[in-house]
């Protein structure tokens, strides 16, 4: 009876010494579309078509939202006419529309909230002369927060839509 536990034992004294270490250093956490690297040419401008030449060239990559809302304002249009005017210039180039939402709620309802401003601002792009078929929507919820705060000016930028170039 005693040969069975010290088999037992042994055997785990052995996977314990297989067990993995965590690495020395994390990687870095992911990256939001306005995040990504700047793409330049030789003189050290954006390469136009690109991500960077987008965000140089439009009002703003993002708009914002009211709480619980997923309706365009009139603030948010004339940003969005901005970037299908960039659009127009690259028919080329196709976009994936990001959808947030702040920390508060369940994850489904920000999940459902977060589409719902994705397919709002794709609808507005797409009456503005942007094809759908270059657009794709995607919502993160309240899973990738701008702003870590709890605080109604941390939510107030975590409640967005984001274009993001795709090439």
Known sequence: MTKPILTAALMALAL????????????????????????????GAATPGSQADFIAKVTSDRIFFDTDSSDVDANDQAT?????????????????????ADERGTREYNIALGDRRAN????????????????????YGKERPDATGSDEASWAKNRRAVTVTVQ
């Open 16 to 43: 314990a010494g297989c067990a993995k270490k965590p690495p020395k250093q994390l990687p870095p956490a992911p990256t939001s579309g306005s995040e990504i690297a700047p793409v330049t040419d030789t003189s």
């Open 80 to 100: 969005l006419r901005s970037q299908a005017a960039w659009l127009a210039q690259y028919p080329r180039v196709r976009a994936t529309i990001e959808g947030h």
């Open 120 to 139: 709002s601002t794709k609808n507005v792009l797409a009456a503005l002369g942007v094809d759908p078929g270059r657009m794709t929507v995607i919502s």
